[in-house]
């Protein structure tokens, strides 16, 4: 029986992740992943460092790419097969919250329904449409902490099981390095167990030199291995990096307060995009009841005390990284949905306990119903939107930018026509290039010249050919602006001012968050990216 149920959730977990599917965020992260992807079935099939983090010269590691790329090879570049080959991907995680709530807690009903609530979690089913590199550590951190549970129980590959989990987490996402600190209190108590009463050579033997051990520890090494050789390669590039961030942040952190306040209020969206989606009031009062009720049980009844303490650290450890976060991201707090869904069902068997088996099945049952409905309408409302926790601007949807592209090359009428595009970030082309090269090139047959400000070699698409013709007084240009925020609106002003010493405005035309201005070219001058900025200045100083 508990099979078939986890056979349906896990089908039903599908149907979720399907709803509104061809709407997916497609900025310049997905662009820049699927350009370097290509490459590795192409010019560069060894790739030492991945996507760039948020501080310079600092990389995450680049098995995501190798992950996607035999799926956008297929595809001949639709990332819309890379992007289902993610969410069936991400099934396994309804299986493996079973399993870990069931390890964890004793109840396979308690697992069940654990399942459940994550497959019908906005949260967990934004994470499994993602595509972006931190996506697949949900898995990992997942994996990590249950070999921490596993080396607290004095069972055997426990420790092997972090390293690995904690090694791939660092290919997928850097700052997942703090878990090492896990590692370190994991290593910690493996050894004092090992000591106690056992001599250095029978610690060697069961420990070290364990056949699974070994297995793990060389799997977790191997995917370390790039960051060391990268390291040697480009001088211990990262090394410094990493050291002028800590130097940096001394000295422009945030208030103690403001960061409290931050990481609170990332705690109740993790509640609200899981489990109590009615408000962000409500969220903020459930995720309090929870923490004070587990903390109460905890004390007052001995035999659950571990599993919910434990369950409690592991939701709160992001914790650790709040104190030198930047960029305040969603996903901060990766991976700590297993430990609150977990809690969560745990609390609701343990409260309606009382009430007899009849009635908590129940009331367990209209739960999982409003959790359900509420996390549906947060599905049926912002999905078309793509993967909105974890982007900065709003609604850059895949489709809405094929339906641009559709829209020029209808209104060109078989003509030659130029491009620009107003981006974040600004003055890299990566999500155009990539969407004219693989989209419009195989549907249209042709591309139109770009009129915008050269793709630094740095960036992928600098390389790909436009049309060389196109450019010319009387030919229509097409000024593709983005959605907001993320571009500061004075640009978007001195991009359409830059544009009007070249070329007439004719008319604007809205695509959802997007926008189009269509002009008539008059004069063909180069883009220039410094009369853009002499612009904003100008702009400024008259604001």
């Not at 089913?125 to 902490?145: C, D, E, G, H, K």
């Amino acid at each position: 029986m508990p099979l078939f149920l986890l056979l349906f959730i896990t089908l039903l977990a599908l149907i979720t992740r399907l709803i509104n599917f061809s709407h997916t965020t497609w900025a310049y992260d997905q662009a820049r992943d699927a350009f370097n992807a290509l490459e590795i079935f192409g010019k560069d099939p060894i790739k030492l460092i991945g996507p760039t983090t948020d501080i310079r010269g600092l990389f995450h590691g680049s098995l995501y790419w190798y992950i996607i790329a035999p799926f956008y090879v297929v595809s001949r570049g639709d990332p819309l097969f890379p992007k289902l080959a993610l969410v069936l991907l991400h099934l396994i995680n309804i299986p493996l919250i079973y399993f870990l709530a069931k390890e964890i807690t004793g109840k396979k009903e308690i697992g069940l329904f654990a399942a459940f609530i994550l497959a019908m979690s906005f949260d967990s089913i934004q994470y499994a449409r993602w595509m972006s590199n931190p996506t697949l550590a949900v898995m990992t951190v997942a994996m990590f902490f249950y070999g921490l549970w596993r080396v607290l129980h004095k069972k055997p590959y426990g420790l092997g099981i972090m390293y690995c989990m904690w090694a791939i987490s660092i290919q997928f996402q850097f700052f997942l390095v703090y878990l090492g600190v896990f590692m370190l209190v994991g290593g910690w108590r493996r050894s004092i167990d090992g000591w106690k009463g056992r001599s250095v050579g029978w610690w060697r033997r069961k420990v070290l030199r364990s056949r699974g051990n070994v297995i793990l520890f060389l799997l977790g090494s191997l995917f370390l291995l790039p960051f060391f050789i990268s390291e040697i390669k480009f001088g211990f590039q990262g090394t410094q990096s990493l050291l002028g961030f800590f130097l940096g942040h001394a000295q422009e952190s945030a208030p103690f307060a403001q960061k409290v306040d931050f990481y609170i209020n990332s705690l109740v969206k993790n509640v609200f995009y899981s489990v109590a989606g009615a408000s962000q009031g409500f969220a903020r009062t459930a995720l309090g009841t929870l923490v004070i009720y587990t903390l109460y049980t905890a004390w007052k009844y001995p035999p659950t005390r571990f599993a919910k303490l434990f369950l409690l650290m592991w939701f709160l450890s992001p914790v650790l990284i709040y104190p030198i976060q930047k960029n305040g991201s969603y996903f901060l707090n990766i991976g700590n949905s297993y430990p609150l869904i977990t809690l969560f069902a745990l609390t609701i068997f343990e409260i309606t306990e009382p009430v007899g088996k009849k009635y908590q099945n129940m009331i367990i049952g209209i739960c999982a119903l409003v959790i359900a409905f509420f996390n549906m309408q947060l599905i049926n409302t912002y999905s078309w939107e793509g993967e909105r926790l974890f982007s900065v601007q709003k609604a850059v949807d895949l489709q809405t930018e094929k339906k641009v592209i559709d829209w020029i090359y209808a209104d060109s009428n078989g003509k030659v026509f130029a491009v620009n595009t107003v981006t974040n970030p600004l003055f890299i082309n990566t999500t155009w290039a990539y969407l004219f090269e693989h989209y419009a090139q195989p549907k249209y047959g042709r591309k139109p010249f770009w009129a915008g400000e050269p793709i630094d070699a740095r960036h992928p698409g600098w390389d790909i050919p436009f049309n060389p013709t196109g450019f010319d007084p009387g030919n229509t240009l097409y000024l593709i602006i983005e959605p907001i925020p993320g571009i500061p609106d004075e640009y978007i002003q001195a991009y359409s001012s830059f544009e009007d010493t070249r070329s007439v405005l004719v008319r604007k035309i809205p695509f959802g968050t997007f926008l189009v201005e269509k002009r008539t070219i008059i004069k063909p001058e180069s883009f220039s990216r410094n009369a853009v900025f002499e612009l904003t200045q100008k702009r400024e100083f008259i604001d």
